[in-house]
């Protein structure tokens, strides 16, 4: 059986001036959503809750976008311009961070599934219900 008790993940984005810390299992499940600036960036999405995600430094390197229905708020590091985290539309009360942007060390296994994002509605309505 694998753990499930979370392990502080640590990330940031490429050039290093946002740094963030993550508490979610060593074995991770993301999803790949191929909407289309998720599909442009190669975004997988590992989703916590608000009070699992600390930044520990960068907020004023940080850019906002956002698009469609304006609920998810895109952060950019506005040097480097990786975002390596967001508020995501399915869950405005959560974070979604770049799996691709955690350090290594601490994910011992990364599940990916693949989230239907062109087809939003119909996609979030297939998701389990947690």
Not at 1 to 10: F, G, K
Not at 79 to 99: E, L, M, Q, W
């Amino acid at each position: 059986m694998i753990p499930l008790d979370p392990v502080n993940h640590a990330g940031g984005c490429h050039c290093g001036r946002v740094r963030f810390e993550v508490q979610a299992p060593a074995h991770i499940e993301v999803s790949d959503c191929d909407c289309s600036i998720c599909a442009m960036t190669g975004y997988l999405h590992l989703i916590v809750a608000a009070d699992r995600f600390k930044l520990l430094k960068g907020r004023d390197a940080l850019t906002t976008y956002s698009f469609n229905t304006h609920t998810a708020k895109h952060f950019f590091c506005a040097t480097c311009g990786v975002k390596s985290f967001y508020v995501p539309r399915s869950h405005p009360d959560g974070i979604s961070v770049n799996a691709r942007c955690l350090d290594p060390g601490t994910v011992q296994s990364m599940t990916v599934a693949a989230f239907d994002g062109r087809n939003w509605d119909r996609g979030i309505a297939q998701l389990p219900c947690t």
